[in-house]
Nanobody
């Protein structure tokens, strides 16, 4: 999986917006649930948002609800994470991941089989 942060990279000022994209090479994302996870300084990797294989179901971590949206374009084999009203606390490395049957227990996701290398997002003035 390849992830990227917009046209200008992953730096943005507080209150700004950024779109992450996740594209798959060598396999189709159709049939896979796809999620975004982030590693922030001093915290464990956490789920941010997940979209079902058909796109009809989405999940968001509480702190990003109302600010982030997730979508997928199966024709382009790509999943997007639109991040608005960014806070410095959103700074971290964002990973996209895909799984055929991802499941959530509490707030922890299991079953992600393919992982990208991560994209650094920095929210700072």
């Amino acid at each position: 999986l390849r992830s990227a942060a917009g046209v200008w990279g992953g730096m943005v000022q507080p209150g700004g917006s950024l779109r992450l994209s996740c594209a798959a090479d060598g396999f189709s994302l159709e049939g896979y649930g796809v999620g975004w996870f982030r590693q922030t300084p001093g915290k464990e990797c956490e789920g941010v948002s997940v979209i079902s294989s058909g796109g009809g179901s989405t999940w968001f971590e509480d702190s990003v609800k109302g600010r982030f949206t997730i979508s997928r374009d199966n024709a382009k084999n790509t999943v997007y994470l639109q991040m608005n009203s960014l806070h410095p606390a959103d700074t971290g490395v964002y990973y996209c991941a895909a799984g055929a049957h991802p499941t959530i227990v509490g707030s922890t996701w299991y079953g992600m089989e393919h992982w990208g290398k991560g994209t650094l997002v920095t929210v700072s003035s």
